[in-house]
């Protein structure tokens, strides 16, 4: 018996590891994969279809997990011909043919510049039974030009560049990603205003080094430019972007984000280390002086603006000295959050074949002083935002405890997470819709607002949410996206059609 009933739509799942960058792919993957007939399977799911592996290779413990769930659905796919498992992403990227080898039920792998052909390598394999490997050296066209099926009624991702032109050493999503190909601010802008038409609120603008947008049309003011020009988009009410890199990082942005109402005073910035030996070893062309400079001028020109950060603990030839200079430069940047990592050895990256290796206990006990330093300070922070009032855009699962406490959770403008009390207006208020209320309880990594809403604010996101709809924009971005399923094309006259 097979998956899909003979004449009923076959069904998907896309099951994403890694970060923003994979994400929004996965909204592409998703958005191809309807635009050619497919029909999302419910969570519940456990033999759809097709099942699409978005993968990551920046931890060593990827490849553990990819093969490890390919192994458990082994036996589904047994059980269910004409099942079809895909797996695309960087670590698709970096094993190529090896992933079929090491797991030979995979029916197609694609790379991260082809994205858009999982379709027809899907149509593909299942007309020749055999597994189709696709695997291109550049990008074949500009992901932001694929169909997507957005996740969220409220926030969208807008790529403004894709691929690196930096050399870090524990890195390897150059090589998997490639050389920045920048697009042109007028695409940018208007898959921006498409998404706010269709009730968005909230865009991220992504890239792996915001900062450097504008290098390949000669113009390394265009992102500040672009941050301002978002602020001329009626009903765009929040604005954020990720990640910029601090060798980069100009005070026209500053000013933009200063300037700009609608751009959101939260700053990630990664810092990766506060050691200057470390960062030379990483190859990061800033210093600890550097950065905690740009945190001064952005603090000067925003005083209540968040910053949050990333840490790699025990790069190789790490010394007590340099961990400890880490800590120091946390203590002084005040971060509001930090994603703290445990290095790990990367094949493929100059660091993985670097002296000094550092033994995983050493790492380990680095990394829990570093996690105590830094949620000590990010809850002192969160502690003077105590009996602030906040505007929260209430979001879907930020608050896992929420249906047990009678809460409900979102983002405050600075990114922080709020979990709130609903009051009198329980059941009322909707993912997307804006509530202001006042913070009466904080902790490391949360605030908490137990009174009554000040204020709530129904809108066309909340609208979409409660109807159940999500926005789709279309591949070419001409005209309005569309919210809720497609419509049901028309039959096919004379030609080609399949019987």
């Known amino acids: 018996m097979t998956t899909a009933a003979a004449g009923s739509p076959r069904t998907y799942q896309v099951r994403t590891y890694g970060c923003q960058m994979n994400v929004h792919d996965s909204e592409r993957i998703s958005g191809l994969l309807e635009d050619a007939g497919y029909v999302r399977a419910a969570e519940a799911d456990e033999q759809p279809d097709v099942v699409v592996f978005n993968t990551c290779a920046v931890r060593e413990n990827a490849d553990n997990r990819l093969y490890g769930n390919l192994g458990h659905l082994r036996p589904v796919k047994a059980k269910h011909p004409g099942m079809q498992i895909a797996v695309g992403g960087c670590l698709a990227q970096k094993d190529r043919g090896d992933i079929v080898r090491k797991a030979p039920w995979v029916d197609v792998v694609f790379g991260t510049h082809n994205i858009g052909s999982l379709p027809a390598l899907l149509d593909r394999a299942r007309h020749n039974a055999a597994a189709e490997v696709e695997i291109l050296e550049s990008l074949e066209v500009f992901p932001s030009t694929l169909p997507t099926r957005r996740e969220s009624t409220y926030a969208g991702w807008v790529s403004i560049s894709v691929g690196c032109n930096n050399t870090c050493t524990f890195c390897i999503v150059p090589s998997l990603r490639g050389k920045e190909k920048d697009r042109r601010p007028g695409d940018i802008l208007s898959e921006v205003r498409a998404l706010v038409d269709s009730g968005v609120l909230e865009v991220t603008l992504l890239g792996q080094n915001v900062n450097s947008y504008g290098v390949e049309f000669g113009d390394r003011y265009a992102f500040g430019k672009l941050l301002r020009a978002c602020g001329d988009i009626d009903g765009l009410e929040r604005v954020r972007f990720t990640s910029p890199h ?133 809850w002192a922070e969160n502690k003077k935002l105590v009996g602030e009032t906040v505007e929260v855009l209430v979001a879907v699962g930020e608050g896992r405890k929420d249906e047990r406490t009678g809460r409900m959770s979102g983002r405050a403008r600075d990114g922080r997470l709020v979990h709130f009390a609903t009051g009198d207006l329980a059941g009322r208020i909707r993912p997307g819709d804006i509530v202001h209320t006042t913070v009466t309880y ?58």
């Open 246 to 378: 601090p060798k980069d990082f100009t005070d026209d942005v500053i000013a933009a984000m200063a300037e700009t109402p609608n751009v959101c005073h939260s700053l990630h910035m990664p810092l990766q280390s506060g050691s200057d030996d470390v960062l030379r070893a990483m190859r990061r062309s800033y210093r600890s002086e550097r950065y905690l400079g740009i945190i001064e001028k952005v603090r000067a020109a925003m005083p209540d603006a968040a910053i949050t950060t990333d840490i790699i603990v025990g790069f190789p030839g790490e010394t007590e000295a340099d961990f400890a200079r880490t800590l120091d430069v946390v203590r002084e940047a005040r971060f509001s959050s930090a994603f703290t990592f445990q290095y790990s050895k990367r094949p493929g990256t100059p660091a993985a074949t670097m002296d000094g290796q550092l033994p995983k206990q050493v790492v380990q006990e680095r990394y829990e002083r570093l996690i105590a330093c830094v949620e000590e300070i990010t």
């Open 442 to 499: 904080a902790a490391p990594h949360h605030l908490n607002a137990d009174g009554a809403p000040l204020a709530h604010r129904r809108t066309r996101a909340g609208d979409a949410a409660e109807a159940g709809q999500v926005p789709r924009t279309p591949g070419v971005l001409l005209g309005l996206p569309t919210i809720g399923a497609p419509a049901v094309p028309p039959a096919p006259v004379g030609g080609c059609a399949a019987p």
